[in-house]
């Protein structure tokens, strides 16, 4: 039976529109509801328990816009909070790790994967372990990169910020003759062009949006949940000031973003 109800999405900001459009893509009859979380953006540099608390108010709001599936499209939220949001709640909830950890195993010829982050995903050890979890031998290397958050969320991803930046921080990891780059924070996927010209041809890049949209897609089918797309509907939600939202997302999202809204999920609290 067809299930028309919205998939819900979250990140703390911009990032997560990197997951939303590749599930528009492969599931264009979905209707969809994406949450940036700009009050309390950036999530990288906080507390576990304190992301963890975000998440779970989000999801809870996302549960009362009666979504049939949740998306984590944040690492640093998905290491945080999956395993004890799948435990509390009763909607399906799927991570960006676990997606991510499957396509660099996959694309890896050496057996050496660089995963870059933010300083909370990278202290949670989740790709390490998602990584080994499917393949022992695979060696990872690990490294928060905080600053490049930044430089996409004001737009500079394709700047000579950016490639100053990335050659600082993705220097041992070239180093070590990684083949593979794992794109481990939803808002990387925007510094490819110039990790490009400032590594050319030293990794395989994999970001997770398109595998977690492909495991989305697997999922709706398997519960016999997909929408029979009558009329989707797509809404982006903002819990404080958009100040540059709709610039760096329609960068991001590469065509322009629904109209947003500004909504305060913890007003009542
Ligand atoms: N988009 C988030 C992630 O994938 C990182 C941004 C932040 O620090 O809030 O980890």
Redesign the pocket.
């Known amino acids: 039976m067809a299930d028309s109800r919205p998939i819900g999405v979250f990140?703390?900001?911009v990032?997560?529109l990197t997951v939303l459009r590749e599930i528009h893509d492969r599931l264009p009859s979905e209707s969809t509801i994406y949450l940036g979380d700009l009050k309390h953006?950036?999530?990288?540099?906080r507390y576990p328990t304190e992301v963890r608390g975000f998440a779970f108010d989000i999801i809870r709001y996302l549960q009362g816009r009666d979504v049939k599936l949740v998306v984590i499209?944040?690492?640093?939220?998905t290491a945080a909070a999956l395993s004890q949001a799948r435990e509390t709640f009763d909607v399906p909830i799927v991570g960006?790790i676990g997606p991510g950890a499957h396509a660099a195993v996959e694309a890896t010829r050496k057996g050496l994967v660089g995963v870059i982050?933010?300083e909370?995903?990278a202290a949670s050890q989740e790709y390490l372990h998602a990584i080994k979890e499917i393949d022992p031998m695979v060696g990872v290397f690990q490294k928060a990169c905080?600053e490049l958050?930044d430089i996409v969320e004001q737009g500079d991803a394709d700047s000579p910020r950016a490639e100053v930046a990335l050659e600082r921080d993705l220097a041992e990891i070239v180093k070590l003759g990684a083949d593979v780059l794992v794109l481990?924070?939803?808002?990387y996927p925007l510094l490819k062009p110039a990790i490009g010209r400032i590594y050319p041809g030293c990794f395989q890049l994999v970001d997770s949006a398109s595998t977690t949209a492909e495991k989305v897609r697997r999922q709706l089918e398997h519960a016999n949940l997909l929408a029979d797309g009558a009329r989707p509907q797509h809404e982006i939600v903002v819990t404080s000031v958009p100040e540059r939202f709709n610039e760096v997302a329609e960068i991001l999202f590469g065509e322009r973003v629904p109209e947003v809204t500004e909504v305060d999920i913890w007003e009542a609290k």
């Open positions: 990140d703390s900001g990032g997560g953006f950036p999530y990288g540099p499209a944040c690492n640093t939220a960006v982050s933010t909370g995903t905080p958050v481990g924070c939803t808002h």
